[in-house]
């Protein structure tokens, strides 16, 4: 049978990613990934999701079991927007919708918001999985310049003045790939631009709360309700397999996602919300958050030493205040998926760059490193071994250049 003929026209904007067959060879045994964007397993609550396990059982024999409301998990709701309330964050609780992971959301929003041709701010780089959530749909993207303090708030107000956008898309805090933060000043004149030229943007946050060192900083959503949907996640400070995200989207757009999502999936995991209320409602979060980032800032250190002590000095780095990566841009004319290709040899993986550029053949001179997964001594070591690849990857670049 001839299965190709049988694809939706829409299959055809959602390349086979190249970064699973990456990410399979990273995930092997022996090989000492920083390719990865996941939490370190040994930094799990297992204890308190045992306790939990069996409170849930007691206390919801039949809510936590039976199918619920698509909207989400009454108890979950409520204490999330609770907690956004107490950051700083307004949100209604009707407005929180719980779905399945923040990926979820990311689909959802694509589906509602997204026709053919419809034009998407994004950041570069920004989130590769944000990008192929969307793609399914058929955006034109409108990619905007980025700087250490996040996206160039001219370039922002160039694409809004002349482009018909239909959203814009951010990850502020500690972005996934490059580690970078949004910072106060920028985040005013952003909420500023967005309120001017009344367009919705798309906050997605799953790091800020590992926040190793600075100022906590308030959300696009806290300076522009109106305008942000605000997309948050429990997977990287709970565990990412309970698949928990969350959305807080304003005046109907709240409504077209629960719509959305009951074609897709009813709602999430009855058990897993269950277990989040109880973990949030107890407390746990707080004192879970602290023994994660008492886990990564020792790794994030480990890595940026090692960076300063064996990377060419004609490289640039990133130096996250939080979350999971360094992003590394190289000099000119290196090809980062050529030192991909030796340093899986010498059992050393990272995800070069290029996968988060929405525009092709952008970003080839870098690469994104995560420090949340291997150990200190583990990174230590791999970034020597990447050092020598990233060496005779730029002596090579010379020599063709
Ligand atoms: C920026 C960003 N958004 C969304 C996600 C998806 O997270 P989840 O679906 O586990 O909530 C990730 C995961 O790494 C991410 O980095």
Redesign the pocket.
């Known amino acids: 049978m001839n299965y190709d003929a049988l694809l939706a026209a829409r299959t055809e904007n959602m390349k086979a990613s190249a970064i699973r067959e990456t990410l399979k060879v990273a995930s092997q045994p022996g090989i000492v990934s920083l390719a990865g ?1 996941v939490p370190d397993p040994a930094g799990f609550p297992l204890e308190i999701i045992r306790e939990l396990s069996s409170r849930v059982v007691d206390k919801y024999p039949e809510a936590a079991f039976q199918y619920g409301p698509t909207e989400g998990f009454p108890p979950l709701r409520e204490v999330l927007s609770d907690r956004l309330r107490e950051s700083g964050t307004n949100v209604d609780r009707d407005e929180l919708l719980i779905f399945s ?3 979820g959301v ?1 689909d959802a929003l694509g589906k509602v918001l997204i026709s053919r041709g419809d034009k998407v701010v994004v950041e570069t780089p920004t ?1 590769l ?2 990008l192929q959530a969307f793609n399914a749909y058929g955006p034109s993207y409108v990619c905007i310049d980025s700087d250490e303090n996040g996206p160039v708030a001219a370039s922002l107000a160039r694409a809004l003045e002349q482009n018909d956008v239909k959203f814009v898309y951010l ?1 502020p805090t500690f972005q ?1 790939p490059t580690g970078r933060t949004i910072s106060l000043e920028r985040r005013k004149e952003i909420a500023e631009l967005i309120r001017f030229h009344n367009v919705l943007l798309v906050e ?1 946050d ?1 790091y800020s709360r590992l926040r190793y060192e600075g100022a906590h900083l308030p959300t696009l959503k806290s300076m522009a309700p109106d305008h942000v949907v605000y997309v948050g ?1 429990l ?1 990287k400070v709970f565990a ?1 397999g309970f698949r928990l ?1 969350f959305a807080a989207a304003p005046g109907i757009l709240a409504r077209w996602l629960v719509i959305v999502k009951q074609g897709v999936d009813l709602h999430t995991s009855s058990f897993s919300q269950a277990l989040a209320a109880e973990y949030l409602a107890g407390g746990h979060l707080d004192t879970h958050v602290p023994r994660l980032i008492e886990r990564y800032k020792p790794k994030r250190d480990a890595m940026l030493k090692a960076l300063d002590l064996h990377f060419p000095s004609d490289f640039k780095w990133s130096r996250p205040e939080g979350g999971m990566f360094v992003w590394v841009e190289g000099t000119k004319g290196i090809d980062m998926d050529e030192v991909y290709k030796r340093s899986i040899v010498r059992s050393v993986a990272f995800l070069p760059g290029r996968y988060f550029f929405a525009r092709d053949g952008e970003g080839r001179e870098t690469m994104r490193l995560n420090f949340s997964k291997a150990d200190s001594d583990s990174i230590e070591q791999a970034i020597r071994i990447l050092s020598e690849e990233v060496d005779r990857g730029s002596r090579r670049s010379v020599l063709a250049g």
């Open positions: 964007g992971g923040s990926q990311l989130y999985g944000a990850v996934n997605d799953p996640s997977s990412p995200g």
